[in-house]
């Protein structure tokens, strides 16, 4: 089998939870022994061909139908959400050999692409939401658009053209990696092949790491009591709540310290955390991290420096970084919002709280950390939970059944 899988884009330095499953799911089709490659725009990287882990990559040239879009604007729409063209991918879809089916992990002008060129290959398309569609909460929203305000935009045309609107409704399936999101997108689309497909983790990488060389490395005691989030540093996630509810969880945790790790997607955002992290007049308390690539050890070390693992996000469709605490033996204290609720069992592998509302996520961290009966209930459970469910293998060869499926009936009509 010819897969080909288009992300909006594919870099090391921009990495979270839709590259990860991109690459995860890549990497076993091609153990598998079927042909499987990333094709994507050059965002942020040099175009041209590539290669991460065994996986081939290809990077084309694309752009954005704007007129009047600064540089930085333009940078801006890189990291979050920019609706880009291109006619290289297009041409790259067109001259792949044997290519029996697209995997899209991207909508939009992309999408259309695919759309355009599967329909005059006569194969079939499958698109997966990451990030999601239905339930984002339109603060965020307004968040993907802002740096191109005071633009005017020609690339409607260019839509229309590829059929850029009708790309949920012409593809063979639509994959959601969150529960929720699979309920919203079956009501709006209810002839639909539309399923539920949680990411996976690897497990064994994030089972051991080294605690303390992390803590030395960043100059946090080997005494502090430490809260770790793991994720972009964006509004959709929310750090901010933390920083704010940081002084009263010290008034009973004096030792506490606060550890952000994350690629920036909003710099806007990053200077609004630096900025509460100075106005809180315990900087030192406090370590916000930037520029880790994922395969980094000081990833995996993190988990193990710390003491319990928070994720505040207002909106999250599934959250891999739950995935990756757990398995490194890590509380989980989470907001009940999007797919986490199905992925956390409240008071059983984690603890839940309103990301709207600081005194439960203080009531939250204070019970991981004061009850070690709790803490290492939640841990257990955790583990059962990721050893059993939540394995790379486990989801590509669900996965492999959904495209076995969409080829049988795309070969019948």
């Known amino acids: 089998m010819q897969i080909v899988h288009i992300p909006r884009r594919f870099v090391k330095d921009e990495w979270g939870g839709t590259e990860t499953v991109v690459l995860e799911t890549t990497k076993h089709l091609i153990s598998a022994g079927h042909h499987a490659m990333i094709l994507c725009p050059n965002m942020l990287a040099p175009a ?9 990559i290809l990077r084309v040239p694309y752009f954005y139908p704007y007129f009047g879009l600064s540089a930085e604007a333009k940078r801006q729409l890189d990291k979050k959400g920019g609706n880009v063209f291109s006619l290289a991918l297009m041409r790259a879809l067109e001259r792949m050999p044997a290519l029996d089916l697209i995997h899209l992990h991207t909508g939009k002008r992309l999408g259309g692409i695919a759309r355009t060129i599967a329909q005059r290959r006569r194969i079939p398309y499958i698109i997966s939401l990451h990030g999601g569609l239905f339930d984002v909460p339109d603060e965020e929203a307004a968040t993907w658009t802002e740096p191109s305000a005071g633009t005017w935009e020609w690339g409607k045309m260019l839509g229309l053209w590829v059929g850029s609107r009708r790309v949920m409704d012409d593809a063979a399936a639509i ?17 639909k092949r539309v399923i539920y497909l949680p990411n996976g983790v690897d497990a064994v990488r994030f089972r051991h790491g080294d605690g303390p060389a992390f803590r030395k490395k960043y100059q946090i005691p080997p005494t502090a009591t430490v809260i770790l989030c793991v994720g972009r540093l964006d509004p959709q996630k929310n750090q901010r709540l933390l920083l704010q509810a940081l002084p009263t969880l010290q008034a009973t945790l004096p030792q506490l310290h606060l550890v952000l790790m994350g690629p920036v997607t909003n710099e806007t955002y990053h200077q609004q955390l630096l900025t509460l992290r100075q106005e809180s007049g315990n900087a030192p308390a406090i370590t916000i991290i930037t520029g880790v690539p994922h395969e980094s050890p000081d990833l995996v070390d993190a988990y193990h420096a710390s003491d319990v693992f928070v994720l505040p996000s207002v909106h999250e469709p599934f959250g891999i970084v739950i995935l990756e605490a757990w398995s490194a033996g890590l509380p989980v204290v989470a907001s009940r919002v999007g797919g986490v609720p199905t992925l956390v069992t409240d008071n059983v592998d984690g603890l839940l709280f309103d990301p709207h509302d600081a005194d439960t996520l203080v009531r939250q961290v204070q019970s991981v950390i004061q009850q070690p009966a709790l803490r290492t209930s939640l841990r257990e459970h955790a583990w059962v939970t990721v050893a059993g469910q939540y394995t790379w293998e486990s989801v590509t060869q669900r996965l492999l059944s959904l495209y076995e499926d969409v080829l049988r009936e795309n070969s019948v009509r």
Do not use: R, W
């Open 175 to 191: 994959v959601c990696v969150g529960a929720q999101e699979q309920i919203e997108v079956s009501a709006h689309y209810p002839q």
């Open 48 to 56: 041209g061909p590539d290669e991460m882990e065994g996986v081939p």
